[in-house]
C-alpha cells in the first residue's frame, strides 16, 4: 500500500470534496479512500481526472478504495455495484473494492431500509458468495485488490476458510486509534497477512448523530500532546505516526487544506519505543463508531 491516504464520510457540501482531493494530491497523498454512500465518488473522481490532465500523476500513482454497500451483498449485485461506482468515478478500475460492512440490508433504492416501526431491514446474505462475487471483479479487472470492512476475527476466517477460496481479502478497514488500538485483531491480521487500514485514526469529527461522545475527545489526550510538543508535532500528527509506525494505515478525514497538510507531515520523525508503548497504553478499548445498526 502507498504511504498516505485520506477519507470522506458523510453527505458533504458541493464542491468541497472536489478541492480537498486536489489539494490532498498537490500535498503528496495518493491513497484515496472513498464509498458510494459518501456521494461524492463524482468529486473524488473529477478530482483525480484533472490532477491526471495537468500531468502531476498517473492512473497507477493513485490508490483508490472504494466500498460495496449493505444493499448490494446478493452475488448477483455486486458487479454492477462496482461498474455504477467506476461510472460515477470515470474511472476504468478501483484499486481496492471493500465490503463495508458485514451485515447486509435488504436491496433496493433505499440505501438505509427501515420498517414502519423504523427498524433496519436486514436481508439474508452468504457473505462467502459475496465475497465470490468480489473475486470475479478481480479476475474481470474492476478490482485491483480485494477486501472488507468492520470484520471480525470469526467474520474473516469464514472467509478465509471457504471451500475454493481464489482471494483471501489484503485488507481489513476497522476504527483503529490510540483510544482503540485493537490488539487483538491487529496481531490475528499480522499473522494471516491482511493490512489494517484504520478508520477515524483522529477520533472522528464527534458528530453525535453517529459517534459516541462519551469517550473524550482523543486529540486533547495529555500524552498526545506532551508528545507533540517534543517534536514540534501536533497531537493529530502524533495519533497518525503511531500507527504509521506500527503498521497500520491511516485514513485521516480533513476538507480544510492546512489539516490536510498537516496530517501528512508524519514522515520527517519517529516516536521511540517508549513513546509507542506509553500510545498503546492509552487504549480504552471504546469504539467512537459503534454502528449500532
Ligand atoms: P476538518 O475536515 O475540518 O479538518 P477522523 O479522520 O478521525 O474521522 O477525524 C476527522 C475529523 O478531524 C474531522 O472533523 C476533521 O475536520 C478533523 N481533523 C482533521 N485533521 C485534523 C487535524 N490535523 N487537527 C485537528 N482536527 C483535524
Known amino acids: 500500500l502507498t504511504l498516505c491516504s485520506f477519507s470522506f464520510s458523510h453527505q458533504t457540501p458541493k464542491g468541497s470534496c472536489l478541492e480537498a482531493v486536489k489539494t490532498a494530491i498537490d500535498a503528496g497523498y495518493r491513497h484515496i479512500d472513498g464509498a458510494f454512500v459518501y ?6 473522481g473529477q478530482a483525480i481526472r484533472e490532477k491526471i490532465a495537468e500531468g502531476k500523476i498517473k492512473r ?9 454497500w449493505n444493499t448490494c451483498h446478493p452475488p448477483e ?40 416501526n423504523g427498524k433496519f431491514i436486514y436481508h439474508e446474505t ?23 470492512s468492520n ?21 481489513n478497514q476497522v476504527e483503529c486509534h490510540p483510544y482503540f488500538t485493537q490488539p487483538k485483531l491487529l496481531e490475528f491480521c499480522r499473522q494471516h497477512d491482511i493490512v489494517i487500514v484504520g478508520y477515524s485514526p483522529l477520533g472522528t469529527s464527534r458528530d453525535e448523530s453517529w459517534v459516541n461522545v462519551s469517550s473524550p475527545p482523543l486529540l486533547k489526550d495529555p500524552v498526545l500532546n506532551a508528545i507533540g510538543k517534543k517534536y514540534n508535532k501536533t497531537a493529530a500528527q502524533i495519533a497518525l505516526r503511531f500507527n504509521v509506525q506500527r503498521g497500520v494505515v491511516v485514513i485521516p478525514k480533513s476538507f480544510n487544506p ?20 506509553e500510545i498503546e497504553a492509552l487504549n480504552k478499548n471504546v469504539r467512537y463508531v459503534e454502528l449500532l445498526m
Open 151 to 171: 470484520f471480525n476475527r470469526r467474520q474473516l476466517e469464514m472467509i478465509m476458510n471457504k471451500p475454493g477460496l481464489k482471494y483471501k481479502p489484503v485488507s
Open 77 to 116: 449485485l455486486v458487479r454492477p455495484t462496482l461498474e455504477k461506482t467506476l461510472k460515477i468515478l470515470q474511472l476504468d478500475y478501483v484499486d481496492l473494492y471493500i465490503i463495508e460492512l458485514p451485515m447486509a440490508f435488504k436491496p433496493g433504492d433505499a440505501l438505509y431500509p427501515k420498517d414502519e
Open 126 to 148: 452468504d457473505l462467502c458468495a459475496t465475497w465470490e462475487a468480489l473475486e470475479a471483479c478481480k479476475d474481470a479487472g474492476l478490482a485491483k485488490s480485494i477486501g472488507v
Open 39 to 44: 456521494f461524492n465518488e463524482h468529486e473524488v
Open 258 to 277: 492546512q489539516r490536510i497538510r498537516e496530517n501528512f507531515q508524519i514522515f520527517d520523525f519517529s516516536l521511540t519505543e517508549k513513546e509507542m508503548k
Open 60 to 68: 497507477e500513482d493513485i490508490f483508490y478504495c472504494g466500498k460495496l
